[in-house]
């Protein structure tokens, strides 16, 4: 079946790099998905990565893919607080359509 | 442009209660699908509706039905509610049926006692 996992928690300092992790299962998803959750708020789609590219750089974002290890990563460089929100990664259900496999969340902290 | 938006915002229900939670998708976005966020989790899909039609479903009870009607909007109704029913539920409307690029409102909070 489909598990995608996350870490809990990430705390940075303002100004810092965050790289948040995130594993997947389905090995056939064709994209993957990053999504941005704030306070109150719906998701945000922050950027995507299509299954055969290693990376994918999206101005201050940065997606990295090692599909051998099923392994999936969102660097943001110079966080902001504003950066401070739940991050989703997501892989594609196996029948496509809009039904996406979501992990639980890495809330990011951003230290002033 | 209005995004996606969804009624009602908050709402308390009592076990064994129906609710009925609507969403209108964005303009021009003909299909929809709807997920439940348990607090703490991440979203789970529940169903997705194009061109007035159930394209995909997901692992809940029958007791989860949802419609789509002609201009696209959608309805999700829960009958026999149950304390673990309570959650954030999310709309989300998409311009293309099979992407995983999807706008969401801002969720309609449920709580059951």
């Known amino acids: 079946g489909e598990d995608v996992e996350q870490s809990l928690f990430l705390s940075v300092r303002e100004g810092d790099s965050s790289v948040i992790n995130c594993t997947y299962t389905?090995?056939?998803?064709?994209?993957l998905y990053w999504y941005k959750q704030e306070p109150g708020a719906g998701l945000q789609l922050l950027t995507y990565i299509f299954s055969n590219m290693d990376m994918k750089q999206d101005q201050r974002l940065t997606v990295l893919l090692n599909k051998k290890d099923k392994h999936l990563s969102l660097r943001i460089a110079d966080t902001q607080t504003g950066d401070s929100a739940i991050y989703f990664c997501a892989e594609e259900g196996n029948n496509a359509g809009n039904m996406l496999t979501f992990g639980g969340g890495t809330r990011l902290m951003v230290k002033p | 442009d209005a995004g996606v938006t969804q009624s009602p915002t908050h709402l308390i229900k009592t076990r064994g209660q129906h609710v009925t939670l609507r969403c209108s998708p964005i303009s021009g976005h003909k299909s929809v699908s709807w997920y439940q966020q348990v607090l703490g989790q991440g979203p789970q899909f529940i169903f997705q509706?194009?061109?007035?039609?159930?394209?995909g479903r997901g692992n809940f009870p029958d007791r989860f039905s949802a419609r789509q009607f002609p201009n696209y909007s959608s309805e999700l109704n829960v009958n026999a509610l149950l304390l673990g029913d309570s959650a954030l539920y999310l709309c989300?409307?998409?311009?293309?049926?099979?992407?995983?690029?999807?706008?969401f409102g801002e969720g309609s909070r449920l709580t059951v006692l």
């Open positions: 989300a409307s998409s311009p293309d049926r099979d992407t995983g690029e999807l706008f």
């Open positions: 509706y194009y061109e007035k039609e159930e394209r």
């Open positions: 389905d090995s056939s998803s064709t994209y």
